[in-house]
């Protein structure tokens, strides 16, 4: 074990142990919770899709206007060397973008503030505990918070705006539920805190498409379930059609396809992980050892 097993962080060029990556009181990307990120898994001591990552942060990085000098060769490499120098082999690896401290003292201009990237790694995190999963995941849909609407925060660049996932996360543990799914202000399903949500009917898997990040791991999904030979649709799903939906589950690089046996009072399944959602899963774990998916990193380095 090294000093750097239980995380390690990119910052200004260096490697530091996790507990010592620190940005300042001052930086946008605290008092306003301006940042993009995104976090890609490592599993068996490899990336999973990291060109798929690296290509929404990428896009993140344009929509909110953040100018960096590192390219995107450079965090590829400060995204290696974390996960090299930690030794970890499964693990939560995040880039982040943060709109900085203003270089003129006291100005309200984003434009006057010193972007900054950093990248840093945990061990492996899941969303939902394999162990919960196993016995079933209820989740709660937010009943006095909605999505943000996707016209006031960009939901297709990761961001720290969490204001109403954790106020949904309050309503959903306070209830005794694991976590949470929020409505938009139309009744549809969007997203919780990290994760992707799908309705299985018959040979139909059906997923929101707007107010919604793109989830690499949502991709996956659908592209396992066309490989299964099932018909997968992106649109707005009414919480009414979740609801009488024959199994739902959720998507998340935070443990990949996710069964939930139970929304508010509906219990899918008679409490037992769906059929479908636990293929998907093992499919998922079996398509991350995928050579042509996977970037080894090299510890030795
Ligand atoms: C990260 C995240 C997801 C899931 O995306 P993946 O790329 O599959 O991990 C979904 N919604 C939100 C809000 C997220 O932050």
Redesign the pocket.
């Known amino acids: 074990m090294t000093a750097l097993a239980q995380g390690a962080a990119w910052m200004e060029g260096r490697v530091i142990p996790i507990a010592e990556a620190k940005i300042g009181v001052t930086d946008w990307g605290l008092t306003h919770s301006d940042i993009a990120y995104d ?1 890609v898994p490592v599993v068996e001591g490899g990336f999973f899709r990291l060109d798929d ?1 690296l290509d ?1 942060f990428m896009a993140s990085i344009a929509a909110g206007r953040y100018e960096i000098a590192e390219e995107r060769a450079q965090i590829r490499a400060a995204l290696t060397e974390i996960i090299a120098a930690s030794g970890l082999r499964d693990a939560y690896c995040a880039m982040v973008v943060a709109r900085g401290t203003p270089r003129v003292p006291g100005s309200r201009d984003p434009r006057d503030c010193a972007n900054h990237f950093y990248a840093w790694a945990v061990p492996y995190v899941h969303v939902i505990k394999p162990e919960v999963l196993e016995t079933g995941a209820s989740v709660w849909i937010g009943k006095a918070v909605r999505r943000i609407p996707r016209d006031s925060v960009n ?1 297709l660049a ?1 961001n720290y705006h969490w204001g109403d ?1 954790t106020a949904g996360l309050f309503e959903a543990k306070d209830a005794g539920f694991e976590t949470v799914l929020l409505c938009d202000h139309d009744g549809n399903v969007t ?6 949500a799908f309705a299985v009917k018959g040979d139909r898997v059906v997923t929101p498409d707007l107010g ?2 793109e ?4 991709r996956t999904a659908l592209e396992m379930a066309r490989a299964l030979g099932m018909q997968t649709e992106e649109r707005a799903l009414p919480l009414e059609e979740f609801l009488e939906a024959d199994e739902v589950f959720l ?4 443990g990949g396809v996710l069964p939930i046996t139970r929304v508010d009072d509906r219990v899918f399944g008679n409490g037992r992980p769906g059929p479908v959602a636990t293929r998907l899963n093992a499919l998922y774990w079996d398509w991350t050892r995928r050579p042509d998916l996977r970037t080894e990193v090299d510890y030795r380095a």
Do not use: A, C, Q
């Open positions: 976090v990552y929404r939901p990761k996932f997203e919780g805190p990290g994760f992707n919604v990040l989830g690499v791991t949502r998507s998340s690089s935070g």
